[in-house]
């Protein structure tokens, strides 16, 4: 998952470069996208495509059935992401804030990743590596620590999270 600020077709290059450059590491070369329209139908998008020698094709207006697996993991990682901000504006209403949501969209996106599927028993990243991963021990670690200057957490707290694998962390 790349996180972008806009939807014009410089970032949304740079995203199909990250992409394309992580399943590469894998041995997966991308020949096609299937997208909707919008940004990728732009000529620099189409420029792009025609460079790597890669097609495109596109979905109907409105015809988010054609896509429906990615539609499915997007909804999944949303309402995921959702349901992690709400809990922790649940357990810490004062110090959860909006700007936590890029972290939880990119952990959502992870889980799903790395998380078996009943289907097959596979994750998509075990697809996407041909290894069995035992990743689904991974989860978010959330602690609530004392403050420096404080001996009661409720009069100083700090929610300290660690996104793994990644160990980005973040105070409030």
């Not at 998008?45 to 109907?60: N, V, W």
């Not at 289907?119 to 420096?148: E, K, Q, T």
Request: a neutral charge.
């Amino acid at each position: 998952m790349q996180h972008q600020v806009s939807l014009n077709a410089g970032e949304t290059i740079m995203a199909k470069w990250k992409f394309e450059h992580i399943v590469a590491l894998y041995g997966v070369l991308i020949q096609s996208y299937h997208r909707d329209n919008g940004v990728f139908k732009s000529a620099g998008f189409q420029e792009e495509l025609t460079l790597h020698q890669q097609t495109i094709s596109f979905s109907g207006t409105g015809a988010h059935h054609q896509n429906g697996i990615a539609e499915y993991a997007i909804q999944q990682t949303t309402l995921w992401a959702r349901a992690m901000l709400l809990h922790a504006l649940i357990m810490w209403p004062n110090k959860t804030k909006i700007y936590l949501l890029p972290f939880a969209l990119s952990y959502a996106a992870y889980l799903w990743n790395h998380i078996t599927k009943h289907d097959s028993g596979l994750s998509p990243f075990d697809i996407l590596s041909g290894c069995i991963s035992s990743a689904i021990a991974n989860y978010l670690v959330v602690s609530v620590c004392f403050g420096p200057s404080s001996t009661e957490w409720a009069q100083n707290p700090k929610v300290a999270a660690t996104l793994l694998p990644w160990t980005i962390s973040w105070f409030l």
